[in-house]
């Protein structure tokens, strides 16, 4: 799994189901193995500590002693047996669907990747293979630039290798935003949230320098023109790619608050209503992207007076947008819920640790 550009995902994942089946054999063959072995401090298929007096197997115990600055003993939980071949199961079981990644490199099918392997909680060495694999000496799977990433999502074959757009001032920074965007999601869900508040003011602020570049250029024409030039079509596309990820990370933003139990219920109501707004924002970016990219595809099989003609008719949208529009009723319908609750029925309203306006009124009087 270590060597460039995945060359040995396929060979990795013959090692993984070979370490699978012998982990089954293990699991069925516990008592017998339990029975040979040396250690009979430990009863039974519980978990215990070292203070115990069991010693950990396959772990030097002298490592500590080693690394760290001298400190008190502690006492360390050692697993049980199937709490352990249970471990190595998942881990095995994470790594074998990272060999299973068919390395597209379409950055939103990475992303989408990305979000649901997380949902499985995965270890810290898949994690760590996944981060890896996808950032390799500053390219997608080592073998993809991130200019052309860029340059495939905005569907301009054209500029991919074009040197000009390579060295674009914009482009380089937004492919390094990319590439720390990977490096944060393959992170623990706590550490991700609390690195993607800084990224979502990274990403707003080039969106916003983005915009104002292309009103200083072309003014505040924002409709896809039939004579537009070049420059112009992939400084619009640019524009709406970056804001359409900048509300990708804040509805990602919203939702790891719900995973990490960090919203009290009082607050349910006001993150549901910023939710509504962020997946809102979130498909209006995305239907204009895809419309670009049709308006591209257009460009070279039909003449431009039927451009303006077929332009929005009988647009296809992938099912990710239909998803977001079903997140957005959804969003829309629990604040509204919520706020008829906490109006009706005094609901979701628990006690603050600060002075009321009441309290700080009687206070003074």
Request: proline content about 4%.
């Amino acid at each position: 799994m270590r060597k460039p550009q995945g060359r040995g995902l396929d060979l990795a994942r013959k090692h993984v189901t070979s370490c699978l089946a012998e982990l089954s054999s293990m699991l069925k063959s516990q008592e017998f193995l339990k029975s040979q072995s040396d250690i009979t401090s430990q009863k039974g298929d519980e978990s215990c500590t070292t203070a115990s007096g069991c010693r950990p197997i396959g772990f030097d115990v002298s490592l500590n002693s080693r690394l760290l600055s001298p400190a008190p003993p502690r006492a360390v939980q050692i697993l049980a047996w199937s709490d352990a071949i249970r471990y190595f199961e998942k881990l095995l079981h994470d790594l074998d669907i990272i060999c299973a990644l068919s390395l597209d490199p379409v950055l939103e099918n990475v992303l989408h990747f990305i979000a649901q392997f997380q949902k499985s909680v995965p270890d810290l060495v898949p994690r760590a293979f996944l981060q890896t694999l996808l950032v390799q000496d500053g390219k997608l799977y080592g073998r993809d630039l991130f200019c052309d990433v860029i340059s495939r999502a905005l569907s301009l074959p054209d500029i991919i290798g074009d040197k000009e757009f390579q060295s674009n001032e914009f482009v380089v920074q937004l492919g390094q935003l990319v590439t720390n965007l990977l490096k944060i999601l393959c992170t623990n869900t706590a550490w991700q949230r609390r690195k993607l508040g800084k990224s979502l003011q990274d990403w707003s602020t080039i969106s916003i320098q983005l915009e104002l570049a292309l009103k200083r250029e072309f003014g505040e024409t924002r409709n896809v023109l039939a004579d537009e030039n070049m420059c112009m079509r992939v400084s619009k596309q640019l524009l709406v790619w970056s804001q359409e990820h900048t509300y990708w990370i804040a509805s990602r933003f919203l939702i790891l608050g719900f995973e990490l139990d960090l919203y009290s219920p009082s607050e349910y109501c006001m993150v549901y209503w910023y939710m509504h707004v962020v997946f809102i924002k979130l498909i209006e970016k995305m239907q204009l992207r895809i419309l670009a990219s049709n308006e591209n595809s257009r460009r070279k099989g039909k003449k431009k007076k039927d451009h303006s003609k077929d332009s929005v008719r009988d647009t296809p949208f992938p099912s990710s947008c239909l998803l977001l529009q079903c997140y957005v009723l959804l969003s829309e319908g629990l604040s509204m819920l919520l706020a008829a609750l906490r109006k009706e029925s005094k609901s979701f309203q628990s006690p603050s640790i600060f002075n009321t306006e009441q309290e700080v009124v009687q206070i003074v009087l």
